[in-house]
């Protein structure tokens, strides 16, 4: 049986008369990496803040990695590695007078320290610069750095905000690299995140969160199949008129349409059959002067859940 690294059980959390998070459960497996996503004001932060032990739910129980939060929650800080937004580097210290003091911080034993600093620092490609300061570094350097920083202490669970803020696209692909191996390791990851493609790329699970409920919880395949195995975008002349659109939304097989400037967007789900219908139903309303067919994405299925941009 799975181990579970992370457990909501009905988890309430109110600021006076306002509801951060609604009756939330879920639960994050030992060893995956999960995503939580949801726009601005979802409740993502306070959910993380109590997983960390830094604030307490109004009801309900948190457990993580088998403490439970509400009984002893600084038993489980040395347990966890942060890698918030703001890498919170010391600029103007070496790379390696860093991961020193985050060292002496977690009371790291002294013995073996410097072939673990090695090890990390060549595991972020930065061995080379450990004796430059940090403030002579790009921001995909500072990334890392911040990222292995958080691994020197030997966190069992490690969360991160927005990895890729911030750093150009070879950058991104190494500090990815680097996540999956963690997973490869046993590390647990939690990964709050604004970029659906990092999210695509990394998470064996996503749980969609919005006014502190939790929307929907599965693979990023699964939640994509969730919202239909089709998308068409079709360029008609004249513009799609509403009656149109009525018309598409009508079918069966149709999760949804919209139209959009000369564009009508239809999701589908049923294949070539459903397909085939929407695009007889427009060529006979309408000049259809342009098809495409995709995948849905997670931005159309996050979308859909609530209404906004991830954004937002």
Known sequence: ??????????????????????????????????????????????TINMISGLSRPTSG??????????????????????????????????AEANLRFHADLFDVPRKGLEKRIT????????????KSR?????G??????????AL????ELLYFDEPALGVDVQSRRALWDRILELKERGTTV???????EEANVL????????????????????????????????????VPAEDIVRKVRALPGVVSAVAADEWLKVTVEGGAAVTGKVVTAVVESTSLEEIQSREPSLDEVFLSLTGKELRE
């Open 190 to 196: 939690l990964i709050t995140t604004n970029y659906l």
């Open 152 to 155: 020197l202490h030997e966190p």
């Open 61 to 94: 129980g948190v457990t993580v990695l088998g403490v439970d939060m509400l009984v002893d929650p600084q038993r489980i800080r040395r347990s966890l590695g942060t890698v918030p937004q703001e890498n919170a580097l010391y600029e103007e210290l070496t």
């Open 1 to 46: 049986m799975t181990e579970t690294a992370i457990e909501l059980t009905e988890v309430t959390k109110r600021f006076g008369s306002f509801t951060a998070i609604d009756n939330l459960s879920l639960r994050v497996e030992r060893g995956e990496i999960f995503g939580l996503l949801g726009p601005n004001g979802s409740g993502k932060t306070t």
């Open 203 to 238: 998470c064996d699970r996503l749980g969609i969160i919005d006014r502190g409920r939790l929307v929907a919880l599965d693979s990023p395949s699964n939640l994509r199949r969730s919202f239909g195995d089709t998308v068409l975008e079709m360029r008609t002349q004249p």
């Open 134 to 138: 940090v403030s002579t570094f790009s």
């Open 140 to 149: 995909g350097m500072k990334r890392r750095l911040a990222l292995v920083r």
């Open 119 to 130: 090890s990390l620092l060549e595991l972020a490609q930065l061995d080379e610069r450990r």
